[in-house]
């Protein structure tokens, strides 16, 4: 592949997403990447990289400034379509949907380029189903400290069993509701207005 | 009887005061009298809020009224025809420059009042000594190539005598990196629409110098932007829309309820910004220069002047922009297509039942209005004007290669 090996710049201040996107395209056989995390200073970065296509998240609110760089600039090789192929739209839309989008220089085989897009877009969900996953376990983990807590707090103020504890807990957030991690703070922040803590 | 359920609408918007019509629309119900469930998503980017049109996340968007024009000439990444049914409202927008070349300007007696012709002959004489010093060009910021802030302030520069291609140098900021950007010397100045001229005066790092308004009165900024697919598919559900918008366009002109609207924009999921930098340009009150707030006359219109009309000579003059700045060959077959952009047709259709004082023409010879004016209208009267360029040239719609050929010239 080398001498018309494809040279790919990603620009994402997610380093850890901008990691992953990397590791995918080097295990598919690439080899010429760039990874821009910090925006200062990043025209002169673009023109030092020469990319054949640029990898962009959606979050960034440079893309407007890289557009009118991409349509005015000498410095950076134009002209630059975003995508290979303005008819593609399942595909574009996949991509937006992933919030991720591309620039390409002009003249590249469509397949080519469309191989490394559909892996972007394959990482940027991977990366956002972990980032859930992480999100819903991390939740997990303070909700059981929080009713562990509360547990304690019920079990010393109302001189009950663990059990019997947990059982109040449950009723009372049956009646209001509520989710029982949600009653569990209400009871550690009362218990904790009223000097009580289990500290 | 029940009511039928609300029809789902989504738009995307950028943090700016002119989003306005789209967040009271929503927030003071006049989108749910129209049976419409109207949510609002807050953009990084305009090309963000292109793209997002474009496949369908977003069903219409507060837009930089030349994106459907560049859309429709082909100039976007994607190929997917958009309308304009319907402006945002007039004005909005100011020109702020950092304290240092603020300084620079006031010292080649540029004025306290916002008056483009005497300010840019102040920037031409600083940009001519530092010519002869041999100084590095000032960079100026816009938020994006085809915007009116683009249009304008290259307007304003040329008609000052400055090359904006030759003479100092244009680059594209996000609005809400203009004043960092300001700050941290990146830049020397800006054309952005409000609150994001007025926050570098609270910050302290810029002064504004002159505004939209005075380079041209009341003219066109943002516009409901939708794909012609999305308008054809859900003829309704526009009408309704442009409804809701047209009683938001009045609720928020309404100065009584200037407090409460500026309170709106400035919440969390809006504008996220203090009250106080939300509500100048509401106020039509900004802070020039020497950073006295005064009154300044059609700053930003929300309904008055028929500020929601899509005028199709609003369209073509961005388009005659497009052609001066090399961004398209002028064609009489591209013109149409621009002036086609905008719908006025679809505007009146959805607001006939309404008693709105109706403009009988689509387009206007832009600048011919030295003061208001009374113009008779379908239902009652008009109020137009003074619509006028700062320096007294005239657009007529019909005669737009004279126009571009002029331009050429100076």
């Known amino acids: 592949m080398s001498g018309s090996e494809l040279s790919i710049l990603i620009i994402d201040e997610n380093r850890v997403r901008a990691a992953v996107i990397e590791e995918g395209l080097r295990e598919a056989g690439h080899s010429l990447i760039s990874i821009i995390s910090e925006m200062a200073g990043l025209v002169r970065r673009i023109e030092e990289a020469a990319p054949d296509v640029i990898v962009i998240d959606l979050e960034n609110p440079n893309r407007d400034m890289l557009e009118d760089l991409f349509r005015v600039s000498r410095a950076v090789r134009k002209p630059v379509a975003m995508f290979v192929d303005k008819s593609d739209t399942a595909m574009i839309a996949e991509a937006i949907a992933a919030g991720v989008s591309a620039y390409v220089v002009d003249g ?77 703070e209400s009871i550690i922040a009362t218990s904790d207005l009223f000097g009580k803590g289990d500290k | 009887m029940t009511s039928p359920p609300l029809v789902p609408v989504r738009a995307g918007f950028l943090p700016l005061v002119d989003a306005a019509l789209l967040i009271a629309a929503k927030e003071k119900d006049f989108a749910r009298e129209e049976g419409i469930d109207l949510s609002l998503t807050r953009e990084t980017s305009w090309a963000n809020i292109r793209d997002r049109v474009s496949v369908g996340h977003f069903d219409v968007a507060h837009m930089l009224a030349p994106l ?59 940009i001519k000594a530092d010519q002869t010093r041999q100084e590095r060009l000032l960079v100026f910021a816009v938020v994006q190539s085809f915007s009116g802030h683009h249009y304008e302030l290259r307007y304003w520069l040329a008609a000052c005598g400055i090359d904006p291609d030759r003479d100092l140098t244009i680059t594209v900021v996000p609005p809400p990196l203009m004043v960092d950007a300001l700050k941290s010397g990146r830049i020397d100045g800006y054309c952005v629409g409000e609150p994001w001229n007025t926050a570098a005066v609270h910050d302290g790092s810029g002064r504004i110098v002159t505004t939209k308004s ?103 003059w961005f388009y005659s922009q497009m052609v001066r700045w090399g961004q398209v060959a002028h064609s009489p077959h591209r013109a149409q297509a621009a002036r086609l952009s905008y719908r006025p047709d679809l505007y009146r259709q959805a607001l006939s039942g309404l008693n709105v004082a109706m403009p009988g023409a689509s387009s206007k010879i832009e600048g011919a209005l030295t003061e208001r004016t009374h113009l008779p209208a379908a239902r009652g009267q008009l109020v137009l004007g003074p619509d006028g360029f700062f320096d007294g040239v005239i657009f007529d719609p019909d005669r737009i290669e004279e126009y571009i050929a002029a331009l050429h010239k100076n």
Not at chain 2, 97 to 110: D, I, N, Y
Request: aromatic share 6%.
């Open chain 1, 108 to 184: 590249l085989r469509k397949e080519r380029v469309k191989a490394i897009l559909d892996l972007a877009i394959g990482r940027f969900n991977a990366f956002e189903r972990i980032r859930a996953e992480l999100e819903t376990a991390r939740q997990a983990l303070s909700d059981r400290k929080a009713i562990d807590r509360a547990k304690g707090i019920l079990m010393k103020m109302r001189h009950v069993g663990e059990d019997e504890a947990y059982t109040l807990l449950r009723q009372t957030a049956m009646r209001q509701n509520m989710r029982i991690a949600k009653v569990a």
């Open chain 2, 68 to 126: 459907p024009i560049a859309a429709n000439l082909g100039l976007s990444p994607l190929d997917v025809p958009f309308i304009a049914p319907m402006a945002l409202g007039l004005g909005g927008n100011a020109v702020t420059v950092s304290k240092r070349l603020w300084s620079a300007l006031e010292a080649q007696g540029a004025p306290s009042d916002g008056d483009p012709a005497r300010v840019g002959a102040a920037l031409r004489n600083v």
């Open chain 2, 214 to 316: 005075s380079i041209w009165r009341s003219s066109p900024e943002k516009v409901l932007g939708l794909t012609r697919e999305w308008a054809e598919a859900n003829p309704l559900t526009l009408a309704a829309l442009l409804r809701a918008l047209y009683r938001a366009s009045l609720w928020c002109e309404d100065q009584s309820n200037n407090a409460e609207l500026a309170a709106l924009l400035a919440g969390s999921d809006y504008l996220n910004l203090p009250q106080a930098v939300v509500l100048p340009a509401i106020e039509n009150r900004i802070a020039l220069g020497d950073r006295e707030h005064r009154p300044i006359a059609d700053f930003l219109t929300f309904a008055g002047k028929a500020a929601t009309f899509p005028w199709q000579s609003h369209a073509l």
